[in-house]
């Protein structure tokens, strides 16, 4: 099991280049639209080729700009599964999932009733994908792909289009469908909580490169990079200044933090996740910031609020400190009031270079 | 109303046989040569596909004498393809049946070429990728993928490549000439008898085409509306 890709194409105004090894058969990609990730997972199928790089699975090489090596995506036993599912519009299901199928007669039928049966599509086999729910496209889309025995699953932001709802339902299924399934898998997404559900191993792309990669818990814990730590959905990051060894200064907030850890000398940026503020009332403690509500936002099951720091020497004419609450402790707040101090638990704080 | 009937009884009917012949096998060449040149085309780079495009619609915006030069010009057996053509293979053009389908191919290819290729434009590449990533050989994808997919542009392709080749007459005429019972097409009729102020006749044989055009449109109009139901366009 190991997937090599390092490749290099110019893309728009930008270049990807990237270089990703994992060993695990569960990775994820998380990046902005538009940051090359999809240009990745066609790159790994065949459909786009690299200006120049070593593309490897399972150690079989695919692509290899020096040796003149270019497996045609015929050849790579590769299945994408597209945004869309790409069934073919005129065929049933039954003809869609025996499109990439070898063998006799016989031996097409018994697979594919097979997958039939395996992806609960019992009595659509002879429909047409466009009579198909959602659900059932994601299924037969996966039937066909199954049925070919790919040694590797890509999965190009397969859910990006869905409402909530249907979202949720069918990345339960996605997974517990491929939880059978022994090969690479590879699920590409701007979305962050999909590929936390998803990937054991984590790869965070921005602009064509690769921010950072490792294990997707703990690079959530500690992205370490500010692109990272933005993109794991972190809402608060100030520039920081270091003062020594145990106090910074964080410009953004007009705070100065002291820690019992040691700061890095690379640290730029420190980052605070919106639902981890410890709300203060009356006298202040270490680590608080003064802030004065701006705006806030009621959702079902959490409270935003988007707070200006009260600090005069906040260099933060522009933005807001956000702060989410749960449901479980609204009652707090009705009880004293809005906070006079939010605090930075220090185990939260993100160190960002 | 007696000479209408009596017209009817008399009317040589080798006009409807040739020009039913010359549609139906310019059709089915064009269908062919139309896909195969939009499939060549949509595969281009810009700058040459201007210009393919350009030389492939040319007959059809140019009137169709100017078409028939040319193909006088090359088929002539006075020239050198028809020389060939007719001293080795003993294939003569001018003046034939052959020149009669030639002809109608010609100036009814464009439309079947520019319907299939704006078909083609329109098809979800994903499908293309999808069977190139399941192992599908680029034929199979073109033939089971691809035309099917672009059913409806390429049978709205087809009507209209018939109904034109159907009624084609100004190469024709060029090319093949008017001969009774061998060249003589529907509409070569019509300009002829219409010479001999035989405007019954004439009525006759403008009705029969419009039947027949209205007839194959609404036919293929009905073939494909019924998939249409059923396939979503997207």
Known sequence: MGLTVCIKRKLGDFCLDIDIQSESSRIGILGASGCGKSMTLKSIAGIETPDLGVITVNGQTFYHSDEKINVKPQKRKVGYLFQNYALFPTMTVAKNIEAGLKGTRQEKQKRVDEMIRTFQLDGLKDHLPGELSGGQQQRAALARIMAYEPDVILLDEPFSAMDMFLKDRLQQELIEMLSDYRGIVILVSHNRDEIYRFSEELIIMDRGAVVTSGKTKEIFANPGKREAARLTGCKNISRIQRLDAHRMKALDWGVELTLQREIPEDTAYAGFRAHEFLPVWGERRENCIRVRLAGQAELPFEKNYYLKPEEESAGWDKGHICWFLQKDKWGILEEKGMPDYLQFREEELLLLS | ?234
């Not at chain 2, 290729?117 to 098809?123: D, L, N, V, W």
């Not at chain 2, 199979?140 to 672009?150: G, H, T």
Request: net charge positive.
């Open chain 2, 1 to 234: 109303m007696g000479t209408i009937w009596d017209i009817l009884n008399d009317l040589d009917w080798s006009p409807l046989w040739i020009s039913l012949k010359t549609g139906a096998v310019a059709t089915f060449i064009s269908f062919f040569l139309g896909i195969y040149a939009a499939r060549k085309v949509v595969k281009m780079a810009p700058g040459k596909k201007a210009v393919i495009d350009g030389l492939l619609t040319l007959p059809m915006v140019l009137p169709p004498t100017v078409a028939g030069f040319f193909l006088l010009l090359l088929f002539s057996r006075r020239r050198p393809l028809g020389i060939f053509l007719y001293e080795n293979l003993d294939i003569k053009v001018v003046q034939t049946w052959l020149g009669c389908v030639i002809a109608a191919t010609v100036i009814a290819f464009p439309l079947m070429y520019r319907n299939a290729r704006a078909a083609f434009e329109q098809i979800d590449v994903n499908l293309v990728y999808a069977g190139r990533t399941l192992g599908m050989s680029e034929m199979r994808i073109f033939w089971e993928v691809v035309v099917p997919s672009a059913g409806p542009g390429i049978a709205s392709g087809t009507i209209l490549t018939f109904a034109r080749a159907l009624g084609e007459y100004g190469a024709t005429s060029m090319l093949a000439g008017n001969i009774p019972g061998k060249t003589g097409t529907i509409s070569q009729r019509i300009a002829m008898v219409i010479q001999d102020g035989d405007y019954v006749t004439a009525g006759i044989w403008v009705a029969a085409v419009i039947l027949i055009a209205l007839a194959a449109i609404i036919l293929m109009n009905l073939i494909s509306g019924k998939r249409m139901k059923t396939v979503k366009r997207w």
